[in-house]
């Protein structure tokens, strides 16, 4: 049967990339980007001169197996305090198709 892959994104501050990315090692899930964006989470933009300052935000998206998606998940969850929603916001998503990744299958089935 062939293996069925989640995809976790994670929306945080710029400052919290370093602990996401930690926590992928940790929970060994190899594949990751990291895009850098615009946006709010929780309450932490605030006006200055009239002009609405929005705190540097960072999108991860980690591929993993659907077999370690849950360990994947909550070590980022643990790690990044995302119980509260002011840190971020994580969503897991079905991959239904997968292709270009051949080469990082093999590297993530051993891992």
């Keep these: 049967m062939e293996e069925k892959y989640d995809l976790i994104m994670v ?14 090692e940790k929970s060994k899930a190899p594949v990751y980007t990291a895009f850098n ?3 709010s989470v929780g309450k932490k933009s605030f006006k200055l001169l009239s002009v609405q300052v929005e705190p540097p935000k960072e999108i991860i998206f980690i ?4 077999s370690k998606t849950k360990k994947v998940k909550d070590q980022i969850i643990s790690d990044a305090n995302l119980d509260d929603p002011e840190n971020g916001i994580l969503l897991v998503l079905d991959v239904k198709e997968l292709g270009g990744f051949s080469s990082l299958l093999d590297q993530i089935k051993t891992k």
């Design 11 to 24: 929306i945080i501050d710029t400052d919290q990339h370093d602990i996401v990315i930690e926590s992928c």
């Design 37 to 39: 964006t615009k946006g």
């Design 63 to 66: 591929l993993t197996p659907e």
